[in-house]
């Protein structure tokens, strides 16, 4: 069992920036991909960015291409995302996840955290 927690989200102007962090309850480097994604009221979970187990390929959505970066830290089994650039529509709760299938697909991931609410005012 694996249980994440997530952190960083806040309310921000268009323009500018946050991090959000997810804390991993146990190893999940070598086992689990990670990602992150997000759901705005109305509109189904879609994949936002997501990491390789060992950290060496990442996917992201179209829509945040060259905005947000997303990272690990295996020493302190977390998994970050840098958000630049953040614009009204990035307004989301974000949640991130857990899997053993690589991609962006949100039925692909098995642990989820319980998320974390992104508001960019225009």
């Known amino acids: 069992q694996v249980q994440l927690m997530e952190s960083g989200g806040g309310s921000v102007q268009a323009g500018g920036s946050l991090r959000l962090s997810c804390a991993a309850s146990?190893?999940?480097?070598?086992?689990?991909?990670m990602g992150w994604f997000r759901q705005a009221p109305g509109k189904e979970r879609e994949g936002v960015a997501v990491?390789?187990?060992?950290?060496?390929?990442?996917i992201y959505a179209d829509s945040v291409k060259g905005r947000f970066t997303i990272s690990q830290d295996n020493a302190k089994n977390t998994v970050y995302l840098q958000m630049n650039s953040l614009k009204p529509e990035d307004t989301a709760m974000y949640y991130c996840?857990?899997?053993?299938?690589?991609?962006?697909?949100?039925?692909?991931?098995?642990?989820w955290g319980q998320g974390t609410q992104v508001t960019v005012s225009s």
């Open positions: 996840a857990a899997g053993v299938i690589f991609g962006l697909r949100a039925e692909w991931y098995r642990y």
């Open positions: 146990r190893v999940t480097s070598g086992t689990y991909h």
């Open positions: 990491i390789r187990t060992d950290g060496g390929k990442t």
